[in-house]
């Protein structure tokens, strides 16, 4: 349980040298209010170099808490919030509306300079991101610390969102590259995470129960493969075309496994008809198991929440969080 604030300026006064002939205004909450240093000399007063300081520290602050989750209170946070989800949803939009070719040929422009705008306002908030992340403790460190923010997943997401614009400005591009990276701007979904707390939640799930979830699918897999091989085996020589081979059947496998069974391919002989009714059989087992693992999760984090009263920070007043809750997902 750490507070965020309490190796900044803006938190300890501790951390504050009063050297002879200067003085330290402090607010109630401990917040650097001015640190003034006097001339021996002429009794004049100048700003000293920690109150520069404690002003920088304290706007990288305030834009970190603007764009993460707002918190109660925080009106302009949660406008701001609201403003770019509204945003992505647009985007989100826009891409699906540009794929009508009557609306494309009518609103092409319209959607070229909606998607000049929304860049530019996606890249300013990556880079005030990138600017602010430090006031975390596991980021702290100036370079180190923004190299680290940079490969945690949001980050990644947010670098997905305006790469696809960029990169045909700096290297030439095949034309069906370029149409599959328009299509990477719907990565600009994934950035509603961080402002919906069902999401931010379902991602916790998520990575709480990572390693129940690996091994789920990972039996699927298998028995995906010993369901395709011996298919592929049993029905080859009498269904050539059908199960020409192992990846051939593969699909069989999955459209038997998930139990949606299109009718495309379906075995004929004996032997094939006994193997597809116990993997149909299996594949209604199976694939219930990550619903379980997931729905359990989901128990164990509602009943985790906090129903105590928050602890706060002696030195700046704010809310102690524990970090747990607050993961890069």
């Known amino acids: 349980m750490t507070c965020e604030r309490a190796s900044s300026s803006l938190c300890r006064a501790d951390l504050i040298d009063g050297l002879p002939g200067e003085i330290i205004d402090l607010s109630r909450d401990g917040r650097l209010l001015r640190s003034t240093r006097l001339h021996q000399s002429t009794g004049g007063m100048v700003y000293g170099r920690g109150w520069t300081e404690a002003m920088y520290d304290r706007a990288k602050r305030r834009v970190f808490d603007i764009l993460e989750l707002a918190g109660n209170g925080d009106r302009f946070s949660l406008w701001c919030d609201g403003f770019l989800l509204v945003l992505i949803a647009l985007n989100t939009l826009a891409v699906i509306l540009e794929t009508i070719p009557s609306l494309a040929a009518e ?114 897999l298998v028995i995906l493969l010993f369901a395709s091989s011996g298919m592929y085996v049993m029905e080859n020589a009498a269904q050539p075309e059908a199960f020409s081979s192992i990846p051939a059947a593969m699909w069989w496998g999955i459209a038997t496994l998930t139990t949606v069974g299109y009718g495309d391919i379906y075995p004929v002989t004996p032997l094939g008809k006994v193997l597809g009714s116990i993997i149909a059989l299996l594949g209604v087992g199976l694939f219930a198991l990550p619903a379980g693992i997931l729905a359990s999760g989901f128990n164990d984090v509602m009943q985790r929440r906090p129903t105590r009263t928050p602890r706060i920070c002696p030195h700046c007043g704010e809310v102690i969080h524990d970090e747990t809750q607050a993961l890069d997902i």
Do not use: N, Q
Request: charged content about 25%; aromatic content about 18%; glycine content about 4%.
């Open 107 to 220: 609103y092409g422009t319209f959607f070229f300079w909606f998607e000049v705008i929304s860049v530019v306002i996606f890249t300013i908030e990556y880079g005030l991101r990138f600017w602010s992340c430090t006031v975390r403790e596991r980021f702290r460190a100036p370079v180190w610390g923004r190299l680290r923010f940079m490969v945690t997943p949001l980050a990644l997401v947010d670098l997905m969102a305006i790469l696809p614009f960029y990169l045909p400005m700096l290297m030439r591009i095949d034309f069906r590259i370029i149409r599959v990276l328009r299509f990477v701007r719907l990565f600009r979904l994934l950035k509603m995470s961080r402002y919906m707390r069902s999401l931010r939640m379902f991602g916790a799930v998520v990575h709480e129960k990572k390693e129940e979830l690996m091994i789920a699918i990972g039996m699927v």
